[in-house]
């Protein structure tokens, strides 16, 4: 590889390196205030407007000038009557006061790996820490109508427990001759549906607008977090669109659609509202205050004649982004399965899932599936990777010559060059042949990555000794095995140490520039790329340990077969 090369490929490496290591270890700060709901009303033909906004919660209203205080998600769940859920997936409740679905646990998935810990709790009601919630309801231009709202008590008739084989009831009757109607079902994983219905018998015809709102607290850290998207995202009619917590203003930006989803999306977890093809449904998106975000939409206004119904359905996910299951629900909703972040190299990060827990399955350890994944890998690598390990082996056996050569033309570049040039046809070596495994793993690393930071599957999946989440750094690390405090930079894991000494003795084999600065700098990456994995998924790191130690046995052959010292 010449050095023109060399010094571009560095420094697009090292730019990569800095970009994601600032994004992802020094998060910008924002403080977290109490939570707000609001839910844009418009007018009554549904198309959304921003100069008047309709308070959905107003008791959730509270501005705090300091730091916030939360309320105890225990003592909330008590205030209120609730109606139970529950299927293998998820356990909960619904609050009937509002019909809001504010108390959602994972019943498959743990907070910590600690014994004790509990489920992870996607949904939580308002003013509690991470505060998620969801609800569904009704707008109308004719103020004189009492619609249901946040502070109305639903009744629940016929089934008292939200199962996959019962299904419930929600009513409440507006005192006007209206009845709302909520009929809420559940599959065996996360999909609700809702069919909401009004009943007129009020003796003359009205108009309403069926609404939702998905409202979330989110945490600095996590907003400007950016190794995965979290935010926004949907597949509004037909196309993706992803909206990052960071970039969102308190002007909402908003979408219509007919068909689709949209969801309010988190590394592993997601809340969704999901449209049947031909609804019709306007879309917003916005930041009500620092920390807090909503997702509301609003369908085409229904026009009920006294005496007779009208009903409008949707859907709502609450749960775990499982692929495999994402996977099964888009032959239904389509695209679906992008709700996970499979980034730019979906095409290979969305095979390499599947390659690993078709791995896992036959292993039943996904650390075992990691490394024998990375030597299928290099297995396949190996042709282009011994054409480039040959070529290599050349430049390193006529280094001296080029060490002579510029000693020779040391005032004379051009000169250099032109011989340097024919040295290299004489030896038939091609000083660029070297970036073409550079070129193939750099997509690799990508798609690997992602998928260890993207994949339920791999979370607190277990390794052997102290490795106990492969999703997680190296929980091993200097200030834990030596009890000497170090800089959170600085305080490296033993794989991560393990991963920089191969990538030392891998660049010890490489032929070295010829260029004084050239050459150190190559010398200190090795001390770089160590500092930059302490903070990645362990398994990303053992995945690339085996991969330098099989490259290097596989130049060391190569090298002493064309009689390299």
């Given amino acids: 590889m010449s050095e023109d090369l060399r010094s571009f490929y560095t420094a697009v490496i090292l730019s990569v390196l800095v970009v994601v290591g600032v ?86 998935y743990k907070q910590t790996l600690d014994a004790d810990s509990g489920d992870v709790e996607l949904m939580a009601p308002a003013k509690t820490k991470n505060a998620f919630f969801g609800e569904y309801g009704w707008l109308s231009a004719d103020k004189n109508i009492n619609l249901p709202n946040a502070d109305t008590v639903w009744t629940v008739v016929g089934n008292q427990r939200l199962t996959p084989e019962t299904p419930v009831t929600l009513e409440w009757e507006n005192g006007q001759g209206i009845k709302f109607i909520n009929v809420i079902s559940l599959d065996k994983n996360y999909l609700f549906t809702i069919k909401q219905t009004v009943e007129n018998n009020s003796g003359m015809e009205i108009s309403l607008i069926p609404y939702g709102l998905l409202s979330k607290t989110i945490p600095a850290d996590q907003i400007t977090r950016s190794v995965v998207h979290e935010g926004f995202s949907g597949v509004l009619d037909g196309k993706l669109q992803e909206i990052k917590f960071a970039s969102l203003k308190e002007e909402p930006k908003t979408y219509e659609t007919t068909g689709g989803w949209v969801s309010i999306t988190e590394k592993y977890w997601f809340g969704s509202f999901i449209f049947n093809d031909s609804y019709q449904a306007n879309i917003s998106v916005r930041k009500i205050k620092d920390g ?116 020779m033309y040391k005032d004379d570049k051009m000169a250099l060059q032109r011989a340097t040039m024919e040295l290299y046809k004489r030896e038939k070596v091609n000083p660029a042949s070297g970036c073409l495994p550079m070129f193939i793993q750099i997509p690799i690393f990508f798609s690997l990555y992602k998928v260890l930071n993207i994949a339920i599957e791999i979370r607190q999946a277990p390794f052997i000794g102290w490795v106990k989440d492969l999703s997680a750094p190296d929980p091993l690390t200097i200030s834990v095995w030596s009890h000497i405090p170090m800089p959170s930079m600085l305080d490296i ?24 600065d050239q050459a150190r700098m190559f010398m200190l990456m090795p001390i770089v790329f160590t500092i930059m994995f302490a903070h990645f998924a362990v398994g990303l790191v053992i995945y690339w340990i085996l991969n330098n130690i099989l490259s290097l046995i596989q130049q060391k052959v190569i090298m002493h077969k064309n009689g390299v010292k």
Avoid: C, H
């Avoid at 919660?57 to 139970?84: G, H, T």
């Avoid at 293998?88 to 809001?100: H, V």
């Avoid at 972040?341 to 690993?356: H, I, S």
């Avoid at 894991?493 to 004084?516: E, R, S």
């Fill in 292 to 407: 807090v975000f909503q997702l509301d939409y609003k369908g085409l206004p229904l026009k009920v004649q006294s005496g007779s119904s009208a009903s409008v359905s949707t859907r709502l996910y609450a749960g775990a982004k499982e692929i495999k299951l994402l996977d099964k629900y888009a032959e239904d909703i389509k695209k679906f399965d992008l709700n996970v972040d499979f980034g730019w190299y979906y095409f290979l990060t969305k095979p390499f899932f599947y390659a690993l827990d078709f791995l896992y399955g036959f292993l039943g350890n996904m650390g075992w599936a990691i490394l024998l994944f990375a030597a299928i890998l290099r297995l396949l690598m190996f042709p282009v990777a011994n054409k480039s390990y040959e070529n290599m082996s050349k430049m390193k056996k006529i280094q001296p010559k080029i060490m002579a050569l510029q000693a």
């Fill in 493 to 516: 894991g033993v794989w991560p140490l393990i991963y920089g000494l191969t990538m030392l003795l891998q660049t010890k084999l490489n032929p070295q520039p010829a260029n004084k």
């Fill in 23 to 108: 994004n992802y270890f020094f998060p910008r700060q924002q403080p977290v205030e109490q939570q707000e709901v609001t839910v844009i009303k418009g007018s009554a033909d549904g198309k959304i407007t921003t100069e008047e906004i309709a308070q959905v919660e107003k008791s959730d209203e509270q501005n705090i000038a300091a730091e916030p205080v939360y309320e105890n998600v225990e003592e909330v769940l008590q205030k209120d009557a609730r109606l139970p859920v529950e299927n293998n997936a998820i356990s909960g409740s619904i609050r009937l006061k509002g019909a809001r679905f504010d108390n959602i646990l994972l019943s498959k």
